[in-house]
């Protein structure tokens, strides 16, 4: 039933029950992300035109055979031997990166084993014919991909963007690890396959000491897996978690734009502001984005989102 419906008289009732919280997490107004619109269009065999801010792949050498786009809005690929990427499991054998990306192709699911690291350049992007070459070749022997935009620094992150590294005041020093997540939902298994663009290092599952986020963007994390346990939402950059209890905890973990942390009562939301739980609630109970986001919309959290709110 949609809760809308109910009277507001009923709403106010419960707000006697659930007095109102002062929002946890003020992450400001919604910030779209910018998508590059341009195509790489230059000779690359059966690739194609493509984004430029992608990668294609193919199976035999010079950009034939059976091709496939891998693009910057999907960005993790963690496991090519699951449709609809079978075909290139363990057969790739040239690659084209756009101008405006940067990719990291690994040897096992979850960016595991021996890698390699491309940048497009030029207007038409960078292009490897044969991963034959050099030795020793990931040539036949790539299972998971991951492309981000060129420009993405975790020092900079842009807008509706934030950045997690595993040392304080977002050091890179000591074999610091930094990874810039966009808009989204990030579960245990991605966490530990979080290395680092620029190397092997460790992944984050439980490895977040500090975070940066930029205006219109809020970070949120759970110390369990799927979004559960204990929580914590931040709207501005956080340079040692330990000062609030939480380094070394997150196990998942939301980037949103939403205006305020969407497990404390506050102002409507808006089902654009996190496509998963505020959009899924929204559906069922209209109320809580164009009312207010109220007592009844946090419990729904739980019973309709199945996510924990402590």
């Not at 039933?1 to 006697?16: C, E, G, K």
């Not at 590294?165 to 930094?178: K, M, V």
């Not at 973990?253 to 998963?276: E, M, Q, R, W």
């Amino acid at each position: 039933m949609d809760m809308s419906r109910q009277t507001i008289l009923v709403r106010a009732a419960f707000a006697l029950l659930v007095p109102f919280t002062a929002p946890a997490c003020d992450g400001g107004a919604a910030d779209e992300l910018a998508v590059v619109q341009g195509r790489v269009t230059a000779g690359w065999g059966n690739c194609g035109a493509f984004p430029d801010n992608a990668m294609c792949a193919c199976t035999n050498a010079n950009y034939l055979g059976q091709c496939m786009i891998f693009n910057n809005t999907t960005r993790f690929y963690m496991d090519l031997s699951k449709a609809p990427y079978t075909a290139l499991n363990d057969t790739i054998t040239s690659l084209v990166v756009g101008p405006a990306a940067k990719v990291k192709v690994a040897q096992h699911p979850g960016m595991a084993g021996m890698f390699r690291l491309y940048s497009g350049s030029g207007p038409n992007g960078f292009g490897v014919p044969n991963l034959g070459i050099p030795i020793p070749s990931l040539d036949n022997q790539i299972s998971s991909i991951r492309v981000d935009n060129a420009s993405d620094d975790c020092l900079n992150p842009g807008p509706g963007q934030a950045a997690i590294f595993n040392d304080i005041n977002y050091s890179l020093t000591n074999a610091g690890n930094c990874v810039l997540l966009h808009v989204g939902r990030y579960t245990n298994p991605l966490l530990n396959a979080m290395t680092g663009q620029e190397d092997g290092g460790f992944g984050m599952n439980d490895n977040v000491i500090s975070s940066l986020t930029t205006s219109g963007a809020s970070i949120m994390l759970w110390d369990q897996n799927y979004f559960k346990g204990a929580h914590m939402c931040f709207s501005s950059s956080t340079p040692d978690l330990r000062t609030v209890g939480f380094d070394d905890r997150a196990s998942s973990i939301k980037v949103t734009t939403c205006s305020h942390d969407y497990c404390a009562t506050g102002a409507a939301l808006s089902s654009a502001c996190d496509a998963d739980c505020v959009a899924t609630v929204c559906a069922q109970d209209s109320f809580c984005c164009t009312n207010s986001w109220d007592g009844i919309c946090v419990g729904e959290v739980t019973t309709v989102c199945a996510e924990s709110c402590s």
